[in-house]
């Protein structure tokens, strides 16, 4: 099955760039969706389609996708963005959706 | 406003089923795809198993086929999932979410709060 493999951490001080990444076998040629979730709070969807954004999802949340490694960028990182990140592809080979492992974004 | 408010979740023994159902409402249900998607205390999110709009696609996770079914009646703007022979491992938080299309490949843009299924005898 296909597998996603993101770090388990970022710290990012505010004001700063946080990039999390995730792997994945080719994963350039699939659409890649990100989502952050808040303790206690179901998921939101930030990034889909490797790069757009959802409506009220603000310009700092960006998304790269190539080769074996897609890339949420957080621009002018704030407090309220401190939260868990997860990946999601749609693996056609098993006609399964495929959530990455999930980093904990830390802003110190 | 789109919401998704799940039910059914509860404690159950192994081996024993449950139902869990999901009212949809501030949204034509029968456009989308709907999808189940748990998460176990403390873990990341596993996907469950996903419908098309028209019932025609239905996927299931490998850890759930054949005692898992899903289903949806969009006469009744309701997304269901029947769970049977059910496992210590399939306790979880159990959320419904929405597609952003008609075909489960779409990412998923509304979420429920969703609803506990803890397992144990």
């Known amino acids: 099955s296909y597998v996603l493999t993101q770090p388990p951490s970022v710290s990012v001080a505010p004001g700063q760039t946080a990039r999390i990444t995730c792997g994945g076998n080719n994963i350039g040629s699939k659409s890649v969706h990100w989502y952050q979730q808040k303790p206690g709070q179901a998921p939101v969807l930030v990034v889909y389609d490797d790069s757009d954004r959802p409506s009220g999802i603000p310009e700092r949340f960006s998304g790269s996708n190539s080769g074996n490694t897609a890339t949420l960028t957080i621009s002018r990182v704030e407090a309220g963005d401190e939260a868990d990140y997860y990946c999601?592809?749609?693996?056609?080979?098993?006609?399964?959706?495929?959530f990455g492992t999930g980093t904990k974004v830390t802003v110190l | 406003e789109v919401q998704l408010v799940e039910s059914g979740g509860g404690l159950v023994q192994p081996g024993r089923s449950l139902r869990l159902s999901c009212a949809a409402s501030?949204?034509?249900?029968?456009?989308?795809?709907m999808h189940w998607v748990r998460q176990a205390p403390g873990k990341g999110l596993e996907w469950v198993s996903g419908?098309?709009?028209?019932?025609?696609?239905?996927g299931y996770a490998d850890s759930v086929k054949g005692r898992f079914t899903i289903s949806r009646d969009n006469a009744k703007n309701s997304l269901y999932l029947q769970m049977n022979s059910l496992r210590a491992e399939d306790t979880a938080l159990y959320y419904c979410?929405?597609?952003?299309?008609?075909?489960?490949?779409?990412?998923?843009?509304?979420w429920g709060q969703g609803t506990l299924v803890t397992v144990s005898s």
């Open positions: 999601q592809v749609w693996d056609s080979s098993s006609d399964h959706h495929v």
């Open positions: 979410a929405k597609a952003l299309g008609p075909q489960s490949i779409a990412a998923l843009n509304y």
């Open positions: 419908i098309s709009w028209n019932s025609g696609s239905i």
């Open positions: 501030g949204f034509t249900f029968d456009d989308y795809a």
